[in-house]
């Protein structure tokens, strides 16, 4: 990398960060509008975490799985970006059908797979934070 390169790149995290992480919070604000039985679950949670103080702190994360459902089933509904494109760095077989050779740019486009019933169930289409119980082993893809 060039010290441009790292530049432009350091920019589009920030860039890139700041307007995923807003569009994120505006979705989670949104559905915990539309389900207040998530914003009491959540709240109780964060009084539990927190208890009289007024900020959180970064260990307190990892004491609130209900908030990281939210999140992440948020995350599942309204993907911040449209999607992902890689090149392959060597070539691959897709389920024994598809062969994807070295070089090849490969997209994916994230919102059909965040919504498939296939993938996720009849309900696919639906606001459901306990779908990530367990970390949401059940809907764990490789591909």
């Given at each position: 990398f060039s010290e441009e390169?790292?530049?432009?790149?350091?920019?589009?995290?920030?860039?890139?960060g700041h307007e995923t992480t807003a569009t994120t919070l505006t979705w989670v604000l949104y559905e915990l509008?539309?389900?207040?039985?998530?914003?009491?679950?959540?709240r109780g949670e964060v009084d539990g975490v927190l208890g009289e103080r007024h900020v959180c702190v970064y260990e307190?994360?990892?004491?609130?799985?209900?908030?990281?459902?939210?999140?992440?089933?948020?995350?599942?509904?309204?993907?911040?970006?449209?999607?992902?494109?890689?090149?392959?760095?060597?070539g691959h077989w897709l389920n024994d059908k598809i062969y994807v050779p070295k070089g090849a740019h490969v997209a994916a486009v994230i919102h059909p797979l965040h919504s498939d019933p296939q993938l996720w169930g009849e309900d696919a289409h639906t606001f459901n934070p306990n779908r990530w119980l367990d970390d949401g082993a059940t809907h764990t893809h490789t591909h």
């Amino acid at each position: 990398f060039s010290e441009e390169d790292l530049m432009d790149e350091g920019m589009t995290f920030l860039i890139a960060g700041h307007e995923t992480t807003a569009t994120t919070l505006t979705w989670v604000l949104y559905e915990l509008t539309q389900h207040p039985e998530w914003l009491d679950k959540l709240r109780g949670e964060v009084d539990g975490v927190l208890g009289e103080r007024h900020v959180c702190v970064y260990e307190d994360l990892n004491r609130m799985p209900l908030m990281d459902m939210v999140i992440k089933e948020t995350l599942r509904c309204y993907p911040p970006i449209p999607g992902v494109g890689r090149t392959c760095v060597e070539g691959h077989w897709l389920n024994d059908k598809i062969y994807v050779p070295k070089g090849a740019h490969v997209a994916a486009v994230i919102h059909p797979l965040h919504s498939d019933p296939q993938l996720w169930g009849e309900d696919a289409h639906t606001f459901n934070p306990n779908r990530w119980l367990d970390d949401g082993a059940t809907h764990t893809h490789t591909h």
